[in-house]
C-alpha cells in the first residue's frame, strides 16, 4: 500500500516524503510544481537511495486523480498542496479559494469514490484566530482569521469535520503546524521561495548569503520582553517525523487534532542573534513598521500530541539555525544551483 502526498515536491512535502521512504512507506507524490522545483526529485533519491513516484498534475483535476487511484494500491492521503502567501491571498482571494478550498473538495470527492479515507490536512495555527489566549490548545475554538488564506485552512477543517461527522468510515488528522524553519542535515533540501521570502528564516539566511541587503524587523514596541514578536519555530525534520506519527492515529476514526510544535516562544531579535552566533555570519538588521496582521506572541501546547502520538519536537534552535545555513549557503540559488 502506499501514501499519496499531494504538494510533495513543496518545502514541508519533500521532508516528509524523505521521512516516509525511511520509515519503509512507498510514496507517490502528485504536485503541479507551481511553487516547486522537479529538481527536488534527484535530491531525494541522493538522500534515501529511493526515486518516489512523481505525477505531475493538480488536486482540482479529478480524472487525473481517478486515474491515480485506480493505478496504485493507496490507502492514506498526506495533503500539503495549496497556495501559502498571507499577503497575497488578500490580493487574489478567488485563486486561494479555488486552490486550498474547491481542490480539498475534489481531493476527498476523488478519495471516497476509490473507498480511500484516510487523510492527514496541513493546518495551521493561524485557524486559532486574533483572540485566543497562549498556548493555544487544540479544543479551543478556531477563531477570527484576518485573511483568505487563514480563512480557507478554516473552511477545510469545517468541511474536514463535516465529511467524518457524515461518514464514521473517515479518519482526518487536522495538523496545526506553528512555525516550520530549516532543512534536511545534508543541505540537499530546503525552503526555496520564489521572489522575496515573507517568512523569516528565509529572509534571514539570504541576507547572510548577500542576496538581500538587510533584514527589517517588523515592529519592536510589542509587548513583548524584547518588543519584537513571539513565534514558536520548529525543525522542518521534526515537522515531518510528526506526520509519520500522525499515519498511525488514522487507525481511529473520526477527526484527530493536533499542535505541531516546541511549545516555546522565541523573538525576532533572538532568531536574528542566534542564527549570527551559529553561523558566524552578520546579519544586518534594521527596525521597521508593523507589518499589518501580525500578532505579537504565539506558541503551542504541543502536549497533546506528546501524549497521544509519542511525538515532541527533539531538535534544536541550533539544528535549526545550522541546518537553514548548510542548505542556503550550499544552494544560495535554491535548486536553480
Ligand atoms: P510549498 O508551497 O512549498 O508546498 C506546496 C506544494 O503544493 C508546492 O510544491 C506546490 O507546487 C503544490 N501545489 C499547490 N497547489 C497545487 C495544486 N492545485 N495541485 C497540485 N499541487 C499543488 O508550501 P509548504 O510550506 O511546504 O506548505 C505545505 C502546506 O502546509 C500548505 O498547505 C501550507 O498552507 C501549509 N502550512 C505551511 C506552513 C509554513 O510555514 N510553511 C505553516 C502552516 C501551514
Ligand atoms: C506567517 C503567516 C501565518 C502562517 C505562518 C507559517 C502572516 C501574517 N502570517 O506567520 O499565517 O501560518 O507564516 O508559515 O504572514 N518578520 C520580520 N521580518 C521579515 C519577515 C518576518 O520581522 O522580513 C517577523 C514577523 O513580523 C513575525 C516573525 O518574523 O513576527 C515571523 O514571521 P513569518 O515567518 O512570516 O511567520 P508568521 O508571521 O508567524
Same mark, same amino acid.
Given at each position: ?45 541522493? $538522500?534515501?537511495?529511493? %526515486?518516489?513516484? /512523481? &505525477? ?11 486515474? *491515480? =487511484? ?125 521572489? $522575496?521570502?515573507?517568512? %523569516?528564516?528565509? /529572509? &534571514? ?11 527589517? *524587523? =517588523? ?119
Amino acid at each position: 500500500m502506499a501514501v499519496l502526498v499531494t504538494g510533495g515536491a513543496g518545502y514541508i512535502g519533500t521532508h516528509t516524503v524523505v521521512q516516509l521512504i525511511e520509515q519503509g512507506e512507498k510514496v507517490i507524490v502528485l504536485d503541479n510544481l507551481c511553487n516547486s522545483s522537479r529538481d527536488v526529485f534527484s535530491r531525494i533519491e541522493k $538522500i534515501c537511495g529511493v %526515486l518516489p513516484t /512523481f &505525477i505531475e498534475g493538480d488536486i482540482r483535476n479529478r480524472e487525473c486523480l481517478d486515474k *491515480i =487511484f485506480s493505478a496504485s494500491s493507496i490507502d492514506s492521503v498526506i495533503h500539503f498542496a495549496g497556495l501559502k502567501a498571507v499577503g497575497e491571498s488578500s490580493q487574489i482571494p478567488l485563486d486561494y479559494y479555488q486552490n486550498n478550498v474547491c481542490g480539498t473538495l475534489i481531493l476527498c470527492e476523488a478519495m471516497a469514490a476509490a473507498g480511500v479515507k484516510k487523510l492527514i490536512f496541513s493546518s495551521s495555527a493561524t485557524v486559532y484566530g486574533e483572540d485566543a489566549p497562549v498556548p493555544y490548545e487544540e479544543n479551543m475554538p478556531r477563531g477570527k482569521t484576518s485573511n483568505p488564506y487563514g480563512a480557507s485552512k478554516a473552511m477545510v477543517e469545517q468541511v474536514l469535520t463535516d465529511l467524518c461527522a457524515s461518514d464514521p468510515e473517515w479518519s482526518v488528522a487536522l495538523l496545526r503546524y506553528f512555525n516550520p524553519i530549516g532543512a534536511h542535515p545534508t543541505g540537499l533540501i530546503g525552503e526555496d521561495p520564489k521572489g $522575496i521570502p515573507n517568512n %523569516l528564516m528565509p /529572509f &534571514i539566511s539570504q541576507v547572510a548569503v548577500g542576496k538581500r541587503k538587510e533584514l527589517s *524587523i =517588523f515592529g519592536d514596541d510589542y509587548p513583548t520582553e524584547d518588543g519584537t514578536c513571539e513565534r514558536d519555530y520548529l525543525h522542518v525534520m521534526d515537522l515531518a517525523d510528526g506526520h509519520v506519527s500522525a499515519l498511525s492515529s488514522l487507525d481511529e476514526n473520526g477527526v484527530h487534532i493536533y499542535n505541531l510544535g516546541t511549545g516555546n516562544g522565541l523573538s525576532v531579535l533572538e532568531m536574528v542573534k542566534t542564527f549570527m552566533r551559529i553561523t558566524g555570519v552578520d546579519v544586518p538588521y534594521t527596525f521597521a513598521d508593523r507589518r499589518e496582521g501580525d500578532l505579537p506572541a504565539f506558541w503551542a501546547d504541543a502536549s497533546k500530541a506528546e501524549k497521544e502520538l509519542g511525538w515532541r519536537a527533539t531538535r534544536t534552535l541550533d539544528d535549526m539555525m545550522e541546518d537553514t545555513w548548510r542548505w542556503q549557503s550550499n544552494n544560495p540559488n535554491g535548486y536553480e544551483g
